[in-house]
């Protein structure tokens, strides 16, 4: 089925064969054929349309045509990918925090912002939870605070895995400050300071921080806008210099929004298991996906121990408290002494506040409304950047998450037009925070997680005409 929606036989919003259709053609059980529609759900290759049927996603279609416009296959990847990745140096962490400064200081409409509408969390809720947890305990043992956690969060939090089918063991599990502590403290814990890591191309600032941090070299992967990170390649780099570690984002990855496929997660855990080599999994977007049940992770196909799977809820349920956690396999007793002697501790109260709201109060009635509309909010804009913008422009198919990843005509560079847009009190991400080379230089990043207004649609507008004057 997945290849005769790649080859156009069922187009987007077509109406696939029924569950009994597709058993007498096949000769196959029922159960078998509601079983290979449930994992092309989970792909979100289609949906079902209760007492209507299964019909063809329309991103999946976009993103699966083999010549789509305007998202083709070929989104996203590196210009000249043929020519074997060099490992540079890291120095993006200016051009992000000019970024976010013109965000926050310009009150612009944000397209370029990182961070999700914070108006769809229950803030409140948590804070209410906060506060009454401060009234009760005048004061906090400061041993409450000590790595690996509170102990009901980490509860609260392997809970959630088990009963989403990936079981954890509590004791692996290290509360953190957000995701990005965890991905610096899982770094820390599997290199250093000169060594070379491997990371996805485009790959999400974050990773590039960690690794500019730590004083090491970034050498990047092609990337492909459906299937990931392209294991072959990696595969050449591995077998031609030393990599001490590999960082990606197989679910909803930020800039592209792909979910990687299974097999294809499977195949990259025993690639790196074979040689050895860590997998830092960043999944800080695991509850952000579009189909019906949350996707799988490298930590599902890991049996060495060798995948650092680092998260947190700052995307999903409240960004202010920065609660994360890190999974580390054989390297957990190691992070955990990283995080004591980096940080010391995570602070109690919000630990326990979010806990007591994971118990309490409802957070999957409160996730399947935020992915509710963050879907819309992303067919929403991806219609309106093929309307505004001009011939040449290509958009990927988030299968989750809440950024949008465009290619502009190659003659656009998205700093001027960053500089220009901001004119406009309008941001964007420009696509060379992505990267440690030049090769996304006519790419942007847009943020379509905030509510759609007038205001909202009049500033895309305008960004599609900068762009095609530049153009």
Known sequence: MTEAVRRGVFAAGERIPSVRQASQQHGVSIKTVLHAYALLESRGIVETRPQSGYFVRDAAARALAPNASPSGPDLGRQPGRDTPPVAAEVDVSRLVLSTLRSIRAHDAVPFGSPYPDPSLFPWRRINQYANAIARRQASWNLIDDLPPGNPELIRQIARRYAENGMPVDPDEIVIT?????????????????????????????????????????????????????????????????????CMVMPNFQNPLGFQMPDARKQQLVELLAAHEIPAIENDVYQELYFGDARPSTLKTFDRKGLVLHCAS????????????????????????????????????????????????????????????????????????????????????????????????????????????ALARSITVGPGMMFSTRNDFRHFIRLNYSYPWTAQTEAALKTLGELVTQMA
Do not use: C
Request: charged residues 20%.
């Open 177 to 245: 400050l957000g995701a990005t502590e965890a991905i610096n403290l899982s770094l820390q814990a599997v290199a250093k300071p000169g060594d070379t890591v491997a990371v996805e191309s485009p790959t999400y600032y974050a990773m590039l921080h960690a690794i500019e941090r730590l004083g090491m070299r970034a050498i990047e992967v092609a990337t492909h806008p459906v299937h990931g990170i392209d294991i072959d390649a990696l595969a050449r780099v591995i077998a031609t210099q030393e990599i001490a570690a």
């Open 313 to 420: 809820f700052s995307k999903s349920l409240t960004a202010s408290y920065r609660i994360g956690w890190a999974l580390p396999g054989r390297y957990r007793a190691h992070v955990e002494k990283l995080k004591f002697l980096n940080t010391l501790t995570t602070p109690s109260v919000p630990q326990v506040a979010v806990a007591d709201y994971l118990r309490h109060d409802g957070y999957d009635r409160h996730l399947r409304h935020v992915r509710k509309v963050y879907r819309q909010q992303a067919s929403i804009m991806t219609a309106l950047v093929q309307r505004f913008f001009p011939v040449g422009t290509r958009v990927s198919a988030p299968q989750g998450g809440y950024v949008l990843w465009v290619e502009l005509p190659a003659s656009v560079d998205s700093m001027r037009l960053y500089r220009a």
